[in-house]
């Protein structure tokens, strides 16, 4: 791998400011070759529980620390990490596929959490409020939680750590995350830049094994480990909850979903198209808040239909490092059969194939539309996690809104209309953390990203990220009047 500072691509974890070898290695493919890129540690519960001491030793002198202190080591980190944003990124694309512009993209998304943390951590405010009595007063004070433990995904390698470990770290608190292990090198590298910034041993720390059980063990049940935070499915996020449940950890889950995007009839169709484009293609298809289920109000469906074809055949299929590449492979063999079962299923139960639709190769999938799709088909029930456009038509605003909800998920939606009434009742009646309206891409630091229902709970990015990560404490101070 060509990378302009060798030293970023990391082999062994990083626990307590060392970097922790094993004997034992897991390999880290290209998902576009399947070439070894690295044989990375293979580290176990041991060295996950000695990650979450460190953490617990290095707590009092971090979070002791004045926010300023705090947010210019959090500032160092950002500039470090848009500095080798490059580099960063060909590592990211190397073991996750998305291609390099979308690798660059990623990076300055993870890298805009630690600014935007960084500055948040100056604004950790408490409260005063009125007692019920003359001699007493009520203060109210926010406290770091302690040791917070995460595990994240493959699919954003880099921003799913950033957007946790910033905010965490922003409030006072230390933090251990273990990266999923097709993607480790993206964390690992993060904890080297973590290291230059000058963020103290301990603070944060990279726990990387194949061992998801007996590490996720420790990070969900140690008694040093105050909150856990999760980005992944739902059957996983279910598992690891009911894990923290045995100590009461305090707990935030970023979990599966299922969004809907609908095209009314007053919609721009062309900017709908684009937000179609952007929603459901970014990362082929590999993200939570992907666009699952295309509603499409009938009498402009065979307008937008033929106009989503016409751009979506335009997509590049390819390796993420070479040029002009606009949608990578999928993470691996079975994540391509799993889609196109998904595909070949629908059609079987009458759907149409638009275009794509063909069986993959080695790991690529080739960008695909399905119409005369229905809501009951299993492709719109599951979370497709791969380049797929599944159109279903519609007569009303009430049957869309009632056909939107009906889902067990409730991260993302999107909608397309230009009727100020009609923004105002759909944005309301969508059962959903996060909508959409007239846009297709909702993520950044400054907003709050976060589902309901089983999507799950808690909140990343914005004011309200941060609060994931504090103790309310609140001080009765009594006696004034002797
Ligand atoms: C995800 O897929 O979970 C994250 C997507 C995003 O941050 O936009």
């Not at 799950?456 to 004011?463: A, L, V």
Request: glycine residues 8%; contains cysteine; negative net charge.
């Amino acid at each position: 791998m060509n990378l302009t500072d060798p030293n970023l691509l990391k082999r062994h974890a990083y626990i307590d400011g060392n970097w922790q070898r094993s004997n034992s290695t897991f390999p880290v493919v290209n998902p576009a070759t399947n070439e070894l890129i690295a044989d990375v540690s293979d580290l176990s519960e041991v060295e996950a529980e000695a990650a979450v001491i460190a953490a617990h030793i290095a707590l009092p002198n971090w979070s002791a620390k004045s926010a300023s202190e705090r947010s210019k080591l959090l500032n160092k980190w950002f500039q470090l990490m848009m500095l080798h944003q490059n580099d960063l990124a060909i590592l990211l694309t190397s073991e996750q596929g998305k291609p390099l512009a979308e690798a660059k993209g990623e990076i300055a998304y993870g890298a805009g959490y630690i600014e935007w943390f960084a500055e948040e951590a100056k604004r950790v405010y408490g409260d005063t409020i009125p007692a019920p009595s003359n001699d007493k007063r009520i203060v109210v004070i926010k406290q770091p939680v302690g040791v917070v433990t995460a595990i994240t995904p493959w699919n954003f390698p880099n921003a799913m750590i950033a957007r946790k470990a910033a905010a965490a770290l922003a409030a006072g608190c230390t933090f251990v995350v273990r990266p999923a292990s097709q993607t480790p090198l993206s964390a690992l590298a993060m904890a080297e830049l973590a290291e230059r910034a000058g963020i103290p041993p301990g603070v944060f720390n990279v726990i990387v094994g194949t061992d998801a059980q007996g590490i996720g063990k420790v990070l969900t049940q140690h008694k040093l480990v105050a909150k856990f935070t999760f980005t992944g499915s739902t059957p996983v996020g279910k598992k690891l909850l009911a894990q923290c449940a045995a100590r009461v950890k305090k707990v935030s889950m970023e979990l599966g979903g299922n969004a809907p995007f609908i095209v009314f009839d007053d919609a721009d169709i062309d900017a709908a198209v684009d937000g179609v484009i952007a929603s459901k293609y970014r990362n082929a298809g590999q993200t939570c808040v992907c666009t699952n289920r295309i509603f499409v109000q009938h009498s402009v469906l065979k307008t937008f239909a033929f106009k989503l074809a016409a751009a979506v055949d335009k997509l590049n299929l390819g390796n993420g490092l070479n040029e002009n590449v606009d949608i990578g492979p999928l993470i691996n063999e079975q994540a391509a059969h799993d889609v196109h079962s998904l595909v070949t299923e629908s059609v079987q139960a009458g759907a149409t194939v638009v275009l794509g639709g063909t069986a993959p190769v080695d790991n690529f999938y080739k960008p695909t539309i399905l119409s005369n799709v229905t809501n009951e088909m299993a492709i719109a029930q599951n979370e497709i996690f791969g380049p797929v456009s599944a159109l279903i038509g519609f007569q009303t605003e009430q049957e869309v809104i009632e056909l939107a909800n009906a889902t067990e998920f409730g991260l993302a939606a999107y909608f397309y209309s230009r009727d100020i009434g009609r923004v105002w009742r759909v944005s309301e009646a969508l059962e959903y953390g996060m909508v959409g309206i007239n846009e297709g891409i909702i993520s950044n630091p400054a907003a709050p990203f976060g589902g309901i229902k089983q999507s799950g709970f808690g909140r990343e990015g914005s004011k309200y990220g941060l609060e994931d990560y504090l103790n309310i404490k609140y001080l009765c101070m009594g006696a004034l009047n002797n």
